[in-house]
């Protein structure tokens, strides 16, 4: 009997162990990513992002709290969490704020292709006043003065406050503006009666360089505008290179010759020629 109960202990054991055997062998033989489960989709990086662009702001009636609609991402799963608007630091007589919000919309996988307008609200410290608002960097400003409140007026290239149109030194950088100069360009001459404006202006060409006596350095490009006066400012009609009057009485026969009949025309030097590379001989 002892025999019989040994020979049936031992075969127990013998199972146990081929079964051990059995599912470790088959925990051994699972290959990472060789199961048959389906690996999740990477997520998509969330980006502190700033708008594409601002397009209004609002104040309210206390002047105690403006809202700000910027332009943000947009598609078919959200594109935008966090929208925020926040005080930075203020600069002489301007309010700054500062919109960001977290995206996605850096990698096109996430179908944030799309625009939409959202609007972020933010407290001010004190009413705004005679403060400009400008929100975001380069600054999209806004003011109270003259706006058809609750809504601020957008401000333009030259300010909240542009200079009246007239022959001032004010008016005559706003024509500048005008008609896309180069920066750095310099007016050489003004003929003006307030309602018309003839403006001749260069700017430099060549290589940077701090020669003042090299000519690649001094030399210049030029043009000669002219200008109607509108309410948003001078307007350019015309440009040219010649003297006196024939070609702008051609386009604008009201154009006065008191303006024009002094003008020569523009120096050769404002329009420099550059002798071409040498070209190099082809090796035989």
């Not at 380069?138 to 809504?151: H, I, R, Y």
């Not at 309410?231 to 386009?251: I, L, M, N, Q, Y």
Request: proline residues 9%.
């Amino acid at each position: 009997m002892k025999r019989s109960g040994s020979t049936r202990g031992a075969a127990a054991a013998a199972l146990l162990c081929a079964l051990a055997v059995l599912l470790l062998g088959a925990c051994g033989t699972q290959v990472a990513g060789r199961d048959d489960t389906t690996p999740s989709a990477t997520a998509l990086p969330w980006t502190l992002s700033a708008p594409i662009g601002i397009t209004g702001a609002t104040l309210s009636p206390d002047q105690r709290t403006v809202t700000v609609a910027a332009t943000v991402p947009s598609g078919p799963k959200p594109c935008v969490r966090h929208l925020r608007a926040v005080l930075t630091e203020p600069v002489r007589n301007t309010v700054n704020v500062q919109v960001t919000y977290d995206s996605p919309a850096g990698d096109r996988a996430s179908g944030c292709t799309r625009t939409t307008t959202a609007k972020a609200r933010v407290k001010l410290t004190e009413p705004l006043g005679g403060h400009e608002l400008a929100v975001g960097y380069p600054g999209t400003v806004f003011t109270a003065d003259g706006a058809g409140l609750p809504a601020l007026r957008l401000c333009g290239d030259l300010g909240c406050t542009p200079p009246a149109t007239g022959c001032t030194t004010g008016s005559y950088e706003q024509a500048v503006k005008a008609v896309d100069a180069p920066a750095h360009t310099y007016r050489d001459a003004e003929h003006c009666d307030g309602k018309w404006l003839v403006l001749d202006i260069s700017w430099r060409t060549g290589p940077v360089c701090g020669d003042p006596a090299d000519s690649a350095c001094t030399s210049r490009l030029g043009d000669r505008w002219f200008y109607r006066a509108e309410k948003s400012g001078w307007k350019p009609f015309f440009r040219t290179t010649e003297g006196g009057c024939r070609a702008v009485r051609d386009r604008e026969p009201d154009f006065p010759t008191a303006l024009c009949a002094s003008l020569e025309p523009l120096a050769p030097s404002l329009h420099p020629t550059y002798s071409p590379s040498p070209t190099a001989t082809p090796s035989s």
